[in-house]
Structures are given as C-alpha cells and as structure tokens.
C-alpha cells in the first residue's frame, strides 16, 4: 500500500472490573489517568493520530462505546484536542465482533474503503516509535488484502493473555488461555505471541470474511445499521434490531478461523505493550524504587517489598507488606495479594449481586454538564459538591421527596424556581421546596461550584422527573 487513509477504530466499551475500586462501570479504566497526565483512551486517540507519515493520511478516529459513556467520550477527546470522527453507541454490549462492524459499515459510508486499525482504548505502550513503525508496517500489508494481527514477544508464562502461533510472518493458529505448564512450554518453545487485541485490515475485507464465517452476525448489524439514528456526532444503531444481534468476540467470529481459508499475517509489536488488566499489570508499568515498590498519590511504605500502593484521597501507609496491592479511593479500599489481581473481579460481581452503589459509581460522579460529589450523608440529609462547566446546564427537574438549598462557592449561577430566573454570585444561596420545578445553569465562562443540601424522607438519585434536557435524558 502506497498511500491511503487509515481509519483508526476505538474499542471504549470495556468496563475494566479488574482494576476496581479506581475503574467502575460508570467510570471505567479507559478514562483513567495511570500514568503522567492524559487517560488511557487520550494517549490510545493520541498515539493512533501520529500514525500519518509519507502518503498516508490518518482520518478521525471512529469510537465504539456505550450510551452512558458518551459524554466522557467526547469531552475527554476534545480535551486532548482530537474530536473523533464518530462516536458509534451500542445499545447493548454484543461483544466485540458485532462492534467493528457497525465501525466498518460506518468506515464505508464515509467513503473509500479505508484500512482499519482496530485497538482496544486501555493499553500501555511505554515505546511509541516502535509501536508506529509496526503499526504503520501492518496498514501497508494490510492494504494489499491481508488481515495483519500485532503479537507481543512474550518474556513471562502468562496465563492471562490468548496467544498466536505464528511461522515466520504468517499466523498458523490461535491458542486459549493455557495454563501455567502449558504457557510456561510456550515461552521455552518460542513462536508463540501474546494476542495484543490489535488488528489492521481493508473495512470491506472484515465483512467478507465476518460474512463468510458468521453470516448470522453479518446480517444482524445490516439490520440495526439500517435502522441506525445519527445525532451530531453519535451514531446509534437500531436498539431492539442491535440487541437481537449474536453476541462474539472478533477472535471467535473471525480471526481463530482465518489460518489456512484467508492471508492473515502478524507483525510482531516491540514496544513495552500491556493492556493494564489488573493491578498486577499496573504494577510492571510504574516506577519501583529498589525494593519493587511502587507508589501513586500520598502514599509510604517502610520495610515493604514488590508493593504497589496507590492512594487517591487521603494518606495511605504501608508497613511490612510483601507482594500486596492497596488502592484506595474516597468510598472504597482494596487490598489484595499482588499474584491474585485476577481476582478482584469477583469482588465486583459480589458488589453487583448485592446491588451495592460502589459496584457502579465513584463517590464523584462525572455527568456531561459537569460532576458532583457527595460528601457526607445521613439519617434524612445529603451534601453534594457540584461543578457545572461554563455554558453547561443541569435539566429543567423536580423531586417529590427532598428540598434542596443551594450555595454558589464560585462562579455565577443562573437559578430557575417555578417561573421565576435569578442570577446568584459567590456566598449567595437559594431553597427549592419539594415538588418545585428547578433548574441550574452556569452562563458564565468559568466553571460554577456549589454546595447543595438536600433534605428529605428519600434521597436516592433516581427520585428525578425530568422536564426537559440538553443531553436527551428526558
């Protein structure tokens, strides 16, 4: 392939339950800061813009994520200063199969017939010129018609990863998650690759083959596509037509099929890759002072060794531990055994079954006109602190079981009761009784913080009726 346009496709809809309590299924590790200062889904946008060189152009980046992330999606791109090109919402998770083809769909209707390169949004790549010649090597094989998989030399029996058999640059088979003997064999054998999750080939040659091998998935996403609603720059497939669709994964579907029927080939990717699963992997990418501890936020250890402390909110601090993980966070703190990171999903799907709030969400909760934070609470009380960003504004609602009183801490707040509109400055403050129609709005140009009291028989997020809203929540 001498010149052409990649389109770069990114997986954002995992929910990241291994690295609980920071990553939540409201807030997931794909929009967390691991290391230095962008997410991982900004350094993922960043690193995939810096694949143009010589005749190859770079078009925005399609984004694969669900409804609830949608605004997270965009402020945090635009905040890195990359607006996608689209942001495809599945209305259901259907695994990954069915989501890179609504992107290649997507891909040519926009013209051409782009190469993709499809990458989950949560990985690590400590070496970013490696990663782009490798990458940049893949979209030129993959113009030709090839299906190009990116493989990670392995230098430790991992159980955790699938892994690729590979003859020289052709892919001979997939295996399983092996077992400790098993990858152990792998290692000591060679040519066998972990399967990074990356993959480079022509939109129209992922459905031919997804075609070939799973016309029942093929002609699904057809059908929602077709029933598809677009608004700015969210693109919806069909919800009922969506879910109806056969939830598999793109190795199952496609790729495990593929040796021997289609040219599929790997290019081996030496660029400190890890995909940041579990806090294990967290732990390989920090810095460690000499005894293989690692520490984030406000964090000492003394006499500890391979420790990985990370603090978020308060002082946290470590005495005596060995090969142990502890991660606080404002309304939660995990401590478990560094080898049994794995694990912490378990955890979470406890959290889930007992319905319990941290399963879900952080005590700070990103909504697209800002965020809020609930500080305290008891016994017929809450206290929020609340952000609204400049221009932002919180939808026209009201309670039937809490009043609220509000108290701008700073910038200027546009306050709506019933029919009457007030502007309220720094230390001024209002009440809205129960059952009172309200709104809050920031028409400033520095962000809006306030502290809202609420008071009340119930207090529970969903006692809102939403009269009217920016974000079509109504």
Known sequence: MRGGVVQPVIMAGGSGTRLWPLSRAGFPKQFLVLGGHDSLLQQTARRLAALAGP??????????????????????????????????????????????????????????????????????????????????????????????????????????????????????????????ATAQRYLLEGGYFWNAGIFVLRASVWLQALQRFRGDIAQAVHVAWGARRADALFVRPGRDEFSAVPAESVDYAVLERCPGVLPIGMEILDAGWNDLGAWDAVWQTLPRDAAGNATVGD???????????????????????????????????????LGRSQDVKRIVTRLGREQRGEHTLHRKVHRPWGWYDSVDFGERFQVKRIMVKPGASLSLQMH?????????????????????????????????????????????????EIIEVQSGSYLGEDDIVRVEDSYGRV
Not at 68 to 83: K, M, S, V
Not at 405 to 433: C, D, F, K, M
């Open 55 to 180: 005749g190859l152009g770079v078009a925005p980046a399609l984004v694969v994520g669900n409804e609830e992330h949608r605004f997270l999606i965009l402020d945090q791109l635009r905040e890195a200063g990359l607006e996608p090109g689209t942001v495809l919402l599945e209305p259901a998770g259907r695994n990954t199969a069915p989501a890179v083809t609504l992107a290649a769909l997507r891909a040519l209707e926009q013209g051409g017939d782009p190469v993709l390169v499809v990458t989950p949004a949560d990985a690590s790549i400590a070496d970013e010129t490696a990663y782009r010649a490798a990458l940049q090597q893949a979209v030129r094989r993959a113009g030709d018609g090839e299906i190009v998989i990116l493989g990670i030399r392995p230098d430790r029996p991992e159980t955790g990863y699938g892994y690729i058999r590979a003859d020289g640059p052709r892919v001979t088979r997939f295996v399983e998650k092996p077992d400790a």
């Open 299 to 337: 964090a000492v250890v003394e006499d500890c060794r391979n420790t990985l402390v990370h603090a978020s909110d308060r002082l946290v601090a470590a005495v005596g531990l060995e090969n142990v993980v502890v991660v606080e966070t404002p309304d939660a703190v995990l401590v478990s055994d």
């Open 400 to 448: 039937h079981h809490r009043a609220e009183h509000w108290i701008v801490v700073s910038g200027t707040a546009e306050v709506t009761i019933g029919g009457r509109v007030s502007l309220l400055a720094e230390n001024q403050g209002t009440h809205i009784p129960v059952g009172e129609l309200h709104r809050l709005s920031n028409p400033g140009k520095v962000p809006l």
